[in-house]
């Protein structure tokens, strides 16, 4: 009954290399979110998504990009890996209305060799 | 800019203690702050939202306080347990940003018996 899941947890992969990172919520949430977590432990969003808006933090490279098969589920397409895309990414729901609480998935840590 | 200043970066305490963990931000116009708990290895958990209009959330052994006019907001622990040991981020949430969210870099706790 895990609430927002993400697989895999673990990706290790080599620099230019092409990597999906998977993310699915079965809260029933309107909205889902990218963020990245570097080494200093910094949380940075990098898509606010619903299926009406695709929100971008600018600083994302284009290498970047979120996929929505449906409201359920947003994956995370990397092309071209470089070291420095090396972190843990958490992806995240909420209901865009309200408080907008986000719900996060457990994270999946990225290292680029 | 928005930003979300947290102190102290990380902190130990003995078992059975109380600490308080400090945010200062910036975020402005002010929609909503909240703290979350991240365990290692693990996503974020929301523990308390409060809105402009209150002042104090408790949430178990976590009391956390904003002050609006000067900007602050501080999470209490009160009789610290080993399983406190974790981060803790304060996230800003701002009336203009849509969906996105400011992260404090977080206080480690570290909670020794």
């Known amino acids: 009954d895990t609430a927002v899941s993400q697989t895999p947890k673990y990706l290790v992969t080599q620099m230019g290399n092409d990597k999906s990172i998977k993310c699915e919520q079965n809260?029933?949430?309107?909205?889902m979110y990218w963020y990245k977590q570097d080494s200093k432990k910094f949380l940075k969003i990098m898509f606010s998504?619903?299926?009406?808006?695709?929100?971008i933090n600018e600083t994302v490279p284009n290498r970047f990009s979120p996929k929505s098969p449906d409201k359920a589920h947003l994956n995370l397409h990397i092309n071209s890996l470089e070291l420095g895309d090396s972190a843990v990414y958490f992806c995240a729901s909420s209901q865009v209305a309200g408080l907008n609480e986000q719900f996060f998935g457990p994270g999946t840590r990225l290292t680029v060799l | 800019k928005n930003q979300v200043e947290q102190s102290p970066q990380s902190l130990i305490i003995l078992e059975g203690k109380n600490c308080t963990l400090q945010c200062n931000y910036t975020v402005s116009p002010f929609s909503n702050l909240r703290w979350y708990k991240q365990d290692t290895g693990r996503g974020p958990v929301s523990l308390t939202i409060m809105t402009f209009s209150e002042n104090t959330k408790s949430n178990g052994r976590y009391t956390a306080t904003l002050d609006a006019d000067t900007k602050q907001s501080s999470l209490h622990i009160t009789a610290s347990q080993l399983s406190d040991s974790a981060s803790y981020i304060c996230v800003v949430k701002s009336v203009n940003a849509g969906n996105m969210l400011t992260f404090g870099g977080g206080t480690r706790l570290m909670v020794k018996p």
């Open positions: 998504y619903n299926n009406k808006e695709l929100i």
């Open positions: 809260l029933g949430h309107d909205t």
